[in-house]
């Protein structure tokens, strides 16, 4: 749900109190987001607010509900206006991904640059999958760069457009325009797999889960035999809790950034770079293997667990 309203003079530090109120109301009720607040671009008083919910019943049960109600009657004085009111529904697929895309600025060349990225998103659009792009101008002193989001079905459908042959050539012929960074911004890993450098495409699931598969089994066999050791009569329940916080912490500032480096050759390969898929791989499972041996002689070997 998208509101934009226009403030009264002088109510600002007022209604940015009662926005919180808002938020953190929003915030208790099923399905609930996000909420992004701000000023319109171009304007002093009018400010755009953004209700992010998982569904559309959740958004109505939040929408009608009585603690919504009392916190509007209260906000009658901040504007000078009823404000407007939009619920845009995506009815995509659960799995849809977007792009990023950041370029700095272009000054004195902006029909050049504009007209080169309409022949990309004509590009885009005859590839399968493909469900919208959206370019965003630069906003002076709040954000100096153009952003263009682009959508897909899936990954599947992104990894096809970003590996094209057509792609390749329009990010040629734009050269002089190619200082830009890409993010994809759908990643099941969260910061476990930053994004690239200028152009680079995301890893492939694929790649990403069997990474992660790398970190997260002697993370967990390790920890599991360490908290079998020093506590023998913990409570299952408890002893899993403990354990899967300390993977997480281990796999999110330890482990992943040592296996992202490690792989960064396989996970965001070089221009032209052949055979990295099969090199990668077979350096996975090697390591899986090698550990899945270490963990059988220690476990049976040397002592037994619980």
């Known amino acids: 749900m998208v ?12 209604f940015r109190r009662w926005q919180d109120e808002v938020d953190t109301a929003a915030a208790s009720f099923a399905g609930f987001l996000g909420t992004d607040v701000a000023r319109s671009p171009g304007t002093e008083s009018e400010w755009t ?12 049960l939040w929408l009608d509900s009585e603690t919504r109600r009392a916190l509007m009657v209260r906000a009658g004085e901040f504007f000078e ?18 792009v990023a895309v950041s370029h700095p600025p272009v000054p004195g060349r902006e029909a050049e640059f504009l007209a080169w990225q309409q022949r990309v998103i004509e590009a885009e659009k005859a ?5 919208g792009s959206e370019l965003h101008r630069p906003v002076p002193g709040i954000q100096e ?19 094209s042959s057509e792609r390749a050539a329009l990010l040629a012929e734009g050269r002089e325009f190619r200082g830009f960074t890409v993010k994809r911004i759908a990643n099941p890993y969260g910061s476990w797999f930053p994004a690239g450098g200028p152009g680079a495409a995301p890893a492939a699931s694929w790649k990403t889960a069997l990474s992660v598969l790398v970190g997260l089994y002697p993370t967990v066999v390790i920890l599991t035999v360490a908290i079998a050791e020093t506590w023998p009569g913990a409570p299952l329940w408890l002893s899993l809790l403990i354990g899967n916080i300390a993977s997480v912490c281990l796999l999110t500032w330890v482990v992943m950034p040592v296996v992202t480096r490690v792989l960064h050759f396989w996970l965001e390969p070089e221009d032209g770079e052949r055979g990295t898929d099969a090199r990668g791989a077979a350096i996975s499972v ?19 667990l619980p």
């Open 3 to 14: 509101i934009t309203q226009r403030l009264r003079p002088g109510l600002e530090p007022a």
């Open 49 to 60: 607010v953004v209700y992010r919910f998982d569904a559309a019943d959740n958004l109505k």
């Open 81 to 98: 206006e009823s404000p407007s009111q939009y619920v845009l529904i995506d009815e995509g697929r659960d799995d849809a991904v977007t």
């Open 127 to 131: 590839f399968p999958g493909f469900r």
């Open 145 to 163: 760069d153009w952003i263009i989001l682009f959508t897909f079905d899936s990954s599947e459908d992104l990894e096809r457009w970003l590996s």
């Open 286 to 304: 090697g390591v899986l293997t090698v550990f899945a041996a270490a963990f059988w002689l220690v476990t049976t070997v040397l002592w037994t």
